[in-house]
């Protein structure tokens, strides 16, 4: 079924869709608030995401951006509770020019998990979103409210910073 | 946490008897309101202290009419049929309001127009909301119908 389909349903009250609206979608939200948070947190945040989503849903009058909105929603929820971290100055770099990327990298799901701890975490969210999400650059820089130029840049920085934290751990290459 | 947890967690603040609650909390605050309007705009010459008293009283039903509605819009979700529903009870209360405030006119022999003008308002607004809400519910229908391919 359609994810429009399925707004629609939700929207007009059906309790049935809003099971399946979040079957659906309740994976990349976990995997991207626990992996941005860690454990501890992820579940009262998660909830607290899908309340706000639910909530919210009356008001949505697109429903082919629910992608976007629903993960703006989660990462409002991760930038609060990270505020440090998104305050640090973020690199400049021209994703053109910018050195080797790592783009040989092969690396199975689950060792990318456990290395995505030690990235920034403004390349941690490029990471899981545009990976582990599987979601398209311009819905990235949608959820990140920056230009698809800087979701590639930040995917470029990614990169290296994971390629030097497998050469650290030892991975083969 | 799995899916099911989560719905589980869900299911106390999204579900229906709490939105009928805040739903019933705003219409009393609404409905006493307007009655002691009625009774303190039809009662000329009161006393400045029973003046305060309705004037206290009037205000506590407005707050709690505020928070019920707060409530309904801000802290749950209110989806189209549940807009209908909101809707029709609203008028529903309106129609039993006004019988009251037209009970107390009568018995009072007439009703200043200012009070007769937030009467008017009152019941414009809920015919309006009923009609908005109503539309809102048919498109989404019609969306539905054309996504599913289905009459």
């Known amino acids: 079924m359609s994810d429009e389909l399925l707004i629609v349903r939700c929207r007009l009250g059906e309790r049935a869709a809003f099971a399946e609206l979040v079957r659906a979608w309740h994976d990349p939200v976990w995997n991207y608030v626990r992996r941005m948070l860690g454990p501890e947190r992820a579940e009262d945040v998660t909830q607290e995401v899908w309340l706000a989503v639910f909530r919210g849903l009356p008001r949505l009058r697109d429903p082919a951006r629910f992608a976007p909105w629903l993960f703006t929603i989660a990462r409002r929820a991760v930038v609060d509770l990270l505020r440090d971290e998104y305050a640090r100055p973020e690199p400049v770099d021209d994703p053109d020019t910018a050195g080797p990327d790592g783009t040989d990298l092969v690396v199975d799901r689950s060792a990318l998990g456990d290395l995505l701890g030690a990235l920034p975490a403004r390349e941690r969210e490029v990471l899981i979103l545009f990976y582990l999400d599987d979601l398209p650059l311009l819905t990235c820089a949608q959820i990140c409210a920056v230009p698809v130029g800087t979701v590639k840049s930040r995917l470029n920085r990614a990169r290296r910073l994971l390629r030097a934290a497998l050469d650290e751990k030892g991975y083969p290459r | ?151």
């Open chain 2, 1 to 151: 946490m799995n899916p099911d947890d989560l719905l589980a967690r869900l299911e106390a603040p999204l579900s229906v008897r709490r939105r009928l609650g805040y739903l019933a909390v705003g219409l009393a605050g609404l409905g006493g309101a307007g009655l002691i309007g009625a009774l303190w705009a039809t009662e000329p010459g009161l006393p400045a202290a029973t003046a305060a008293a309705f004037a206290l009283l009037v205000l506590v039903g407005l707050g709690w009419a505020g928070f019920g509605g707060w409530a309904l819009t801000r802290r749950t979700p209110l989806y189209a049929a549940d807009r209908v529903l909101a809707g029709w009870i609203a008028l529903a209360a309106w129609l039993a309001g006004g019988a009251g405030v037209a009970v107390i006119a009568a018995v009072r022999g007439g009703l200043p127009w200012p009070a007769l003008l937030v009467v008017a308002a009152l019941g414009l607004a809920a015919t309006a909301n009923l009609i908005i809400a109503r539309r809102r519910r048919a498109a989404l229908l019609a969306r539905r119908r054309e996504l599913t391919g289905r009459p």
